[in-house]
Nanobody, 121 residues
Framework: QVQLVESGGGLVQAGGSLRLSCAAS????????MGWFRQAPGKEREYVAL???????TYADFVEGRFIISRDNAKNTLYLQMSSLKPEDTAVYYC???????????????WGQGTQVTVSS
């Protein structure tokens, strides 16, 4: 059974930084496509960043170079380093695992429970 457990969220002031982690178990992490997604209150879930099994990366336009997605296959862990955070980055952040490197949310097979990120102005 696949489990994805996010951590690292919290309250931060605008301009601050956070690093999110996602610990994976139950499936071969190293051969999976991984992604970070987020959902703000009243809004649809949207993709933030993706990383392929070969460590190719893709970022949503709103990231604007502020976030870095990475993976450590030896630790079965996915990361999202977020800097220069803005109040509009406030959302629940989810990690997801799939077999296809895509920004299409429905293509991801497994999801974590999410971690809250709140950016105050």
């Amino acid at each position: 059974q696949v489990q994805l457990v996010e951590s690292g969220g919290g309250l931060v002031q605008a301009g601050g930084s956070l690093r999110l982690s996602c610990a994976a178990s139950g499936r071969t992490f190293s051969t999976s496509a991984m992604g970070w997604f987020r959902q703000a209150p009243g809004k649809e879930r949207e993709y933030v960043a993706l990383i392929s099994r070969y460590s190719s990366t893709t970022y949503a336009d709103f990231v604007e170079g502020r976030f870095i997605i990475s993976r450590d296959n030896a630790k079965n862990t996915l990361y999202l380093q977020m800097s220069s955070l803005k109040p509009e980055d406030t959302a629940v952040y989810y990690c997801a695992m799939g077999t296809v490197y895509t920004r299409i949310i429905s293509q991801y097979d497994y999801w974590g429970q999410g971690t809250q990120v709140t950016v105050s102005s």
